[in-house]
């Protein structure tokens, strides 16, 4: 690149992704604007209305806990790390996004931070190997104090509850322990006293403090609630010392919902444990548990009477009910976080699915308002001519998103299957997708219904898949290091041709503008062009890489590399001769390629974490993009090359704004395509209101002839009212038609 030129930033239009691992993570600021949660390395603040972002940087490591002050001055957070190793805990300035303090006292894994409502104190809990817990004083970087969370005959704390109204006090609780700590800060030490539980054992998943301190309120793994009092004295906030022992007064649940007339009432316990409260109104609380269900509750008074006397039966189960369910929703997930929103008609709920839902407090209707992957993104693809969608390929699932709304459109489930590589037909009637099992499945891209299996199109996995412009071929590339060639008929796949000179796994295909050759990429450290319409090879590249991707220029003359080796390799498709190699990265692997359609740019992404825009023939960089947290897995230019879109390993995508200005007479043509008559789903039709869940079969497999199978998958569609309208989708032009009979006689797309 030229000394007096300057690198640029790529602007960020949207990101797609949250952490919902992070027990406690989703947070909202006291502003009432912006949202706080852990995002790979990071910490996202997002604001609710105009969803922009702003990130905390500096953890090394995935992101365990995140925790706000009071004034929403300080931000708090801590992290997980490789065995052996520190976990770092930091504080950070809200205002300035700069860390302010950090200390790695802690081994692993930091399980909950928590910040004093005094604003000086940063409580941080380490995980099964520190068992600590530890105080600092963030304003002047004093230690406070360091010991252990519980006792040698009980389990590890995991949670964290501080007080609202005494600086100096806060609660631990974990499996079979629960302890009232109270610090002092001039003789930098710490008191702490178990709560006195009789022959109650309890695993504690979460803690909550009343406002004025006087009640704690524990859920519990069992499914009930307990509730304990402090012995905080009333009128003296200045004492941070119970005046007898904290105790407590019972383990509730909810009443039975079909309630029938018996002598005695068993309670209701919550499916999969209590893993989330927030105190509301006065006597009302909401209560999330692990099988996504969200209840509010109100409490009845108890009255000990009506308890069974027996001894035997209270120790079989202390349980009692206690609450009412008043109203109720599914939010679909292993709940992780819940918070009411400043206008306290909302309540904000984060799950394990890595989900955000919305919840109206007076009907209790749920809003999703943000998805991501739950697993590594593997594959990512744009249809030929609409830049205003993109799908995604991962575990369990395909999912097509919106552009313009980084909204989720549909969602495409195959459940303990991965799906490794996705594409776009190039006529836009079908996602061609490539699974770990070693099935090629295509969907419908409007209501994701199953058109086809090809069963055991590779024996050990399928991981590229590539198609001509006229949808008469597919190209395969499997874990066993095959190249197979397909014919895409009405009612059949018929394969054509099997080539076995790979030795590992294909990572790449792609297919010359021309439809003529193919040019795979394998991990064997060779790349091999081959023609498809004679099936034999036409040349090998050779290099000391593993090679992740190729891909063909628009011309046709040359196709581009990347490896292992951090090179950008040119080659002549004639012979196979390298043109020139140019560092791509300084540091780590160039996992992902892509080439705009009027050649000029090139795209590149790797394990350096950075989105890199090349010019193709200075071969240098003119902007970069950062922002991920983990490896950047694959990267697209949309065919308007005003987009461009990233996804990583940890499940989250980025899109950006590209400065590349489209040429209309630079954009090379590729040849025409053979439209059906028949009336098929389209990309352009895609509904922002559709809402779709079904089961299908997939069709016989006609390969032998003889063999029949069937694979079920489940689609569900979400809403989104954030998606594009279908009206103003560009509509695609057909180049060639033919009348219904020839088309009857020679049809060239998959029969839905």
């Not at 040849?671 to 209101?689: D, G, Q």
Request: charged share 20%.
């Amino acid at each position: 690149m030229p000394e007096d030129a300057d690198i640029k930033d790529l602007e960020l239009l949207s990101i797609i992704g949250f952490d919902g691992n992070a027990v406690k993570g989703l947070r909202v600021h006291p502003d009432g604007e912006n949202i706080l949660y852990p995002f790979g390395t990071k910490v996202a603040i997002q604001n609710i209305y105009s969803r922009e972002h702003k990130y905390l940087e500096g953890h090394t490591n995935l992101i365990s806990s995140v925790a706000i002050s009071t004034s929403g001055k300080y931000v708090g957070s801590g992290q997980i790390n490789h065995m052996g190793f520190q976990a770092a805990v930091m504080v950070w300035d809200y205002e300035t996004l700069q860390c302010i303090f950090k200390h790695d006292s802690h081994k692993v894994r930091v399980e909950n931070v928590q910040i004093s409502v005094c604003e000086n104190f940063i409580i941080s809990l380490g995980g099964r190997d520190d068992a600590n817990v530890v105080v600092f004083d963030f304003t002047t970087g004093d230690a406070i104090c360091g010991t252990f969370s519980s006792n040698l005959n009980a389990g590890d704390a995991v949670t964290i509850g501080a007080m609202n109204t005494r600086n100096l006090c806060f609660v631990t609780g974990g499996v079979y322990t629960l302890k009232f700590w109270t610090l002092d800060p001039k003789n930098k030490s710490v008191l702490g006293e178990d709560v006195l539980m009789g022959k109650i054992r309890r695993k504690i998943t979460c803690i909550e403090v009343e406002k004025f301190d006087e009640f704690v309120w524990c859920g519990t793994s069992t499914g009930d609630i307990m509730k304990v009092k402090t012995n905080l004295d009333k009128d003296n906030l200045q004492n941070s010392y119970p005046k007898s022992t904290p105790f407590l007064i019972g383990c509730f649940a909810k009443y039975p919902s079909n309630n029938k007339k018996k002598k005695t009432i068993e309670p209701e316990l919550w499916v999969v444990g209590v893993r989330s409260i927030v105190l509301w109104k006065e006597g009302h609380m909401i209560v999330g548990s692990g099988d996504g269900t969200v209840d509010l509750v109100k409490q009845q008074p108890f009255v000990i009477s009506k308890l069974e006397k027996s001894a035997s039966h209270q120790l079989a189960t202390p349980t009692a009910p206690l609450f009412v369910v008043l109203k109720s929703c599914h939010v679909g997930g292993f709940v992780t976080s819940m918070q009411i929103l400043p206008s306290k008609t909302q309540l904000i709920v984060g799950t394990m699915s890595c989900e955000m839902h919305v919840v109206e407090l007076d009907t209790f209707n749920t809003t999703l308002y943000a998805t991501c992957h739950t697993q590594p993104i593997y594959s990512l693809a744009f249809p030929r001519d609409y830049s205003d969608v993109f799908a995604t390929a991962s575990k369990n699932d395909v999912r097509v998103w919106s552009v313009s709304r980084s909204k989720e459109l549909l969602r495409i489930s195959v459940p303990n299957f991965t799906c490794t590589t996705v594409i776009f037909s190039p006529n836009g009637k079908s996602i061609l997708t490539g699974w770990n099992d070693g099935n090629i499945r295509a969907f419908t891209p409007q209501s994701g219904r199953l058109m086809f299996t090809m069963i055991n199109a590779h024996n050990k996995g399928v991981t590229a898949i590539a198609m001509t412009s006229d949808c008469n071929k597919l190209v395969s590339g499997g874990v066993e290091g095959q190249v197979r060639i397909w014919e895409m008929r009405c009612q059949n796949r018929i394969l054509l041709a099997v080539l076995k000179e790979h030795k590992g796994p294909v990572s790449s295909i792609d297919i010359s503008p021309d439809d003529r050759e193919a040019v795979s990429a394998s991990s064997d450290g060779t790349c091999i062009i081959w023609d498809i319409v004679k099936c034999a090879r036409l040349a090998i590249l050779f290099s000391s890489s593993l090679f992740m991707c190729a891909k063909y220029h628009p011309n046709g003359y040359q196709l581009v590399t990347t490896g292992t080796n951090r090179q950008l390799g040119y080659w002549e498709t004639f012979d196979g001769s390298l043109v020139r190699e140019i560092e791509g990265s300084k540091s780590s692997a160039l996992n992902s390629l892509d080439i705009s359609q009027n050649g000029e740019y090139m795209v590149t992404g790797g394990n350096d974490q950075y989105v890199k825009l090349w010019r193709y023939k200075e071969g240098y960089v003119t902007h970069v993009g950062l922002g991920h947290g983990a490896a950047i897995s694959s990267v697209k230019l949309s065919s308007d090359m005003k987009v461009l879109v990233s996804c990583s390993v940890d499940g989250a995508i980025f899109i950006w704004k590209t400065p590349i200005e489209k040429e209309e007479e630079k954009v090379v043509t590729t040849p025409p395509r053979i439209s059906s008559p028949k009336r098929e789903e389209k990309l352009e039709e895609i509904s922002p209101e559709q809402t779709v869940q079904s089961e299908n079969n997939a069709e016989e497999d006609r390969h032998n002839g003889t063999s029949k199978s069937s694979s079920k998958s489940s689609v569900q569609s979400r809403k989104s009212s954030a998606a594009s309208s279908p009206k103003d989708a560009q509509s695609r032009k057909s180049s060639a038609s033919k009348s219904p009979s020839e088309c009857a006689s020679k049809c060239t797309c998959p029969d839905e």
